[in-house]
């Protein structure tokens, strides 16, 4: 993965040598912050926290449709954790897939349930966010007749490979151990019509949260951005968020949003600072409490925290001004 960092650090000290004339001073950033309305700021982080826990129901209900139950403390834990794993290491999703695979396990779902939970999660986390996209897209006139032809292709090309029964048996063919695993999968959770929109409806919810914990935050700062504009600009920044070469797309996801501000009659000070709060809230706090669930989570460091808990509950019991001296207490039966 070494040579990721590398071409990151290139591409990133390459816009900075190109934007570093425009970009404002950490201290405009700074006094705009400082004056930003508390209330909205609440408002973006409770936004944020419904959209992990919608995720987190949709991952439950997933495996509840495969038979196996799941809390909703532990589903948010998972979510938490497997985030912070995607977003924070090199090989982030892998890891991430990993974990969640082990975790899911551990409460008794099967290899094809996991599998299907985890491949329908990301279909429907994908499709809705293409639908978003979609609606983004036709909604700015400069990109809606390019955005109609291309849809109209991809269309195209579905229906076609769709209807290609030959592709799909040479696929058989070559990934005989890769069929057989999509075939248990898709025979683990058996959906109805109600369930599939139910959640697509979670999925969709979460992107839309996630797009209120930024409009929040516009509030808050002060900037007034037209709600195509503002989509696009969020639908653009995750794109790229999801194609970068470092964890988390740090640096490519701020100056695509601070860009998009920019363009649409913003400061440089308040695009920086909406850029830096909300990235603030749904990057940077959701992977602290990841690697905090990760610890809640694993059993090693579970009960080092109960063993040091009850060391120093007894160390304040003998401390309490209200215990007895050793002596009075063997006098007292």
Known sequence: MGWRWVAALAIG????????????????????????????????VVAEAMSMAVFARLFRRLLTLGGTKLSLGRALAITYARNAFSNSLPAGPVVSIAYTTREFGRVGASRPLIAATLVLAAFYSGVTFGVLSLVAL?????????????????????????????LVGVLRRRMPRLSAELDAARTAIRAERRDHLILAGLALLNWLLDVACLVAVCVAVGVEIGPYTM??????????????????????????????????????????????????????????TGWLAWAFLHDEVRAAAKAVGRFLLRAAATMSPFALPPTERSAHP
């Open 13 to 44: 000290g390459g816009a900075y040598l190109v934007l570093r004339d425009e970009l404002p001073e950490p201290g405009e950033i700074w006094a705009t912050i400082t004056n930003v309305s508390p209330a909205w700021l609440g408002v973006a």
């Open 138 to 166: 036709l909604g700015s006139p400069a990109t809606r007749v390019p955005t109609l032809v291309i849809a109209l292709a991809v269309v195209a090309v579905t229906a076609m490979l769709m209807g290609t029964r030959p």
């Open 231 to 288: 989509l696009l600009g969020y639908v653009a920044a995750k794109g790229a968020q999801a194609l970068a070469l470092i964890p988390g797309g740090i640096g490519v996801v701020e100056i695509g949003l601070a860009a998009t501000f920019v363009a649409a009659g913003a400061t440089g000070g308040t695009a920086g600072a909406v850029v830096a709060l909300y990235r603030l809230i749904s990057y940077w706090a959701i992977l602290v």
